[in-house]
């Protein structure tokens, strides 16, 4: 059961000091209070967790600062919909809003090779009225003798250069909960000119210590990798952890699914689970057609399958794009043959926006056939 409490309650009123009492004094019932500061309030929710099924809503929804009451099913508890459940599906980092209603596009290098690459990426984003993209520093390799990454000697160029070119949320996987301490120092010494989501890759969705370690901190968002070897249930869990750890500012991300039925693609594209999981959850979600496709192969209409992919996604109401792009793939340092040009960045987006107005179009079509229905 979630209790939420009337905005701006503090706890040290009052009413929370009567509401506490009371929930303390309840056998078999422990509770977890969740604040969240926005720009114009302070919400409140009390979970309630253990014996509460012989609790009546009207009852709970009496005590002392409750607003309302939301009955949560057991899955899921935090990022979870549940029935009248309405609080809210997006959240605001750097001032870029992410939610299951917008769309945002991150276009980076997988990994950062060299100073001058960066800045020629981050400048064609600029020109095209870009704010976020991708940079790997710390790369999870399957072989042990394949590039790992720059690791922290990258990043202070790597956040200067995206001050100077207006980019205000990176997508940077990390594989260590040392590698937040060395992202937070770089951030400061460089002044904090941008932004971070940190990145949790397919390799480590199940890495539980790790996602406690990242749910703990509520200074970064977190973009968590769906398993490419489990079921989608299990990867929905893991992204429960980050926020029964207390970050909730989660966005969930599909890239594929290992088997040989997605032959001859890297992995079996999943993006039929968009709005499976926007059912689900209340979580953004996110396409990486990059490493779904794997490939930069043709159809005969002229479009990339990597391109068609990704208008799939969106057109099924994907809220972010995670795309490998790179000023001279020959040159990257990991997954150049999937990447796309710095020629193709217009033509991409160009197909984006394509994709995401008919989506809008076929919401609106939904609405004004469910009202007749
Ligand atoms: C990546 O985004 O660079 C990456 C390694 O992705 P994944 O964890 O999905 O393989
Ligand atoms: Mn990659």
Redesign the pocket.
Known sequence: MILILAPNTRTDSDEFRRLEAFLTQMPNVRHRVHQESGEQQLLTEIYLIGDTASLSLEQVAALPAVERVVRISEEYRVLGRHRDDQRSTSFEYNGVRFGQDTLQVFAGL??VNTREDVELMMQALQAHGQVCT?M?AY??RTNPYSFQGHGKSCLPYVFELAGTYGIKVI?M?ITHEAHVDEIREALEHTGNPTGVML???????QNFELLKHIGRQREFPVLL??G?GITLEESLNAAEYLASEGNRKVVF?L??MKTNMGDPHRNFVDFAHVPVIKRLTRMPVCI?P??SVGTRERAPDGLLDLMHVTAQGIIAGANMV?V?FHPHPSRAL??GPQALTLDELPFFLEDVRIAREAYQKRVALAGQNISKL
């Open positions: 997988c990994a991708r790997g790369k999870p997508a996987e990145q949790i890759g397919t390799r480590n969705t990798k769906r490419f991300g890239r594929g990486d990059s490493h995670l490998d990991v997954d």
